[in-house]
């Protein structure tokens, strides 16, 4: 596993002074493991909230049921709440969530495995990425995180705005 992305956003966070947090779901926490891979990450790197059951999602998060009954929890407007929530409930700057399916069940017609959302909350704004990976549940995991990641550099580097 490629610890660079890690590394580079690591360093960007320290430098500007920002605390990133985490909501999981699909993940069970890959992409907090991995943040952590980095000696020194507690000083940019809050936590993660898995949440994986939809009860988890609206009790910790703060997921509105009507959300969760009407798009899903692999949904853009999922993975917003869950990223708005980690912003609020870990008090950071920037949060990122994943909710996805990881498989080898649970995939439909319209939500086949592999489908992940990943959402992005800043001061600044909200963004939402819908993927379809082709991988077994541990390589869609992975994938999961590691989209996450480039997405949250690719904000950092000012490749995604507003």
């Known amino acids: 596993m ?4 890690e590394v580079e956003i690591g360093s960007i966070l320290k430098e500007r002074k920002l ?3 985490l909501a999981e779901s699909c993940t ?3 992409l907090g493991h991995r943040m952590t891979n980095v000696a020194g990450s507690s000083e940019y790197f809050a936590g993660s909230v898995v949440a994986y059951s ?3 999602k609206a009790a910790v ?3 509105s049921w009507d959300t969760l009954n009407t798009f899903g929890a692999v949904s853009r407007e999922t993975v917003l709440e869950m990223a708005n929530g980690a912003k ?8 990122v969530s994943i909710s996805g ?3 080898p069940g649970g995939g439909t017609a319209d939500k086949p495995v592999g489908t992940t959302w990943i959402g992005l909350v800043t001061d600044y704004g909200e963004w939402a990425r819908e993927f379809h990976f082709k991988g077994d549940r541990e390589k869609n995991k992975d994938s999961s995180a590691e989209e996450a990641l480039k997405m949250l550099l690719d904000y950092l580097q000012g490749k995604i705005k507003q």
């Not at 609020?88 to 920037?94: E, H, Q, S, T």
């Open 2 to 5: 490629n610890d660079s992305l």
């Open 19 to 21: 605390q990133l947090g």
């Open 28 to 30: 069970g926490g890959l």
């Open 54 to 56: 939809y009860e988890a």
């Open 61 to 63: 998060l703060g997921v």
């Open 88 to 95: 609020k409930l870990l008090g950071v700057d920037i949060a």
């Open 101 to 103: 399916i990881a498989g």
